[in-house]
Nanobody
Framework: QVQLVESGGGLVQAGGSLRLSCAAS????????MGWYRRAPGKERDLVAAVTSGGSTNYADSVKGRFTISRDNAKNTLYLQMNSLKSEDTAVYYCNAVTTPGCGGPYGMDYWGKGTLVTVSS
């Protein structure tokens, strides 16, 4: 099993920057992909960015060019560098991890952190 803990959220002015971190523990060798999702007030949870074990990345159109996702396997930590923040980025941000079938169990699993709040003022 995998445990995920997010940190780095807070209050920032529009145009500013913030870096989120996600610390993974447990069966971290079984993680094949990780990503960041967010839930804005009154909205559904949406993908922000994701990265595979091979290094491929994927970004939502709304954050492309402003956010950068990265993964430090040695530290078992996922990051999200957020630049040029907008009020529309205000949301609870969640860390996600997917495990490989046959590693740590017969099925691939989807794990989530509890989230960290990002508030952008304007």
């Amino acid at each position: 099993q995998v445990q995920l803990v997010e940190s780095g959220g807070g209050l920032v002015q529009a145009g500013g920057s913030l870096r989120l971190s996600c610390a993974a523990s447990g069966d971290t060798i079984c993680i094949s992909a990780m990503g960041w999702y967010r839930r804005a007030p009154g909205k559904e949870r949406d993908l922000v960015a994701a990265v595979t074990s091979g290094g491929s990345t994927n970004y939502a159109d709304s954050v492309k060019g402003r956010f950068t996702i990265s993964r430090d396997n040695a530290k078992n930590t996922l990051y999200l560098q957020m630049n040029s923040l907008k009020s529309e980025d205000t949301a609870v941000y969640y860390c996600n991890a997917v495990t490989t079938p046959g590693c740590g169990g017969p099925y691939g699993m989807d794990y989530w952190g509890k989230g960290t709040l990002v508030t952008v003022s304007s």
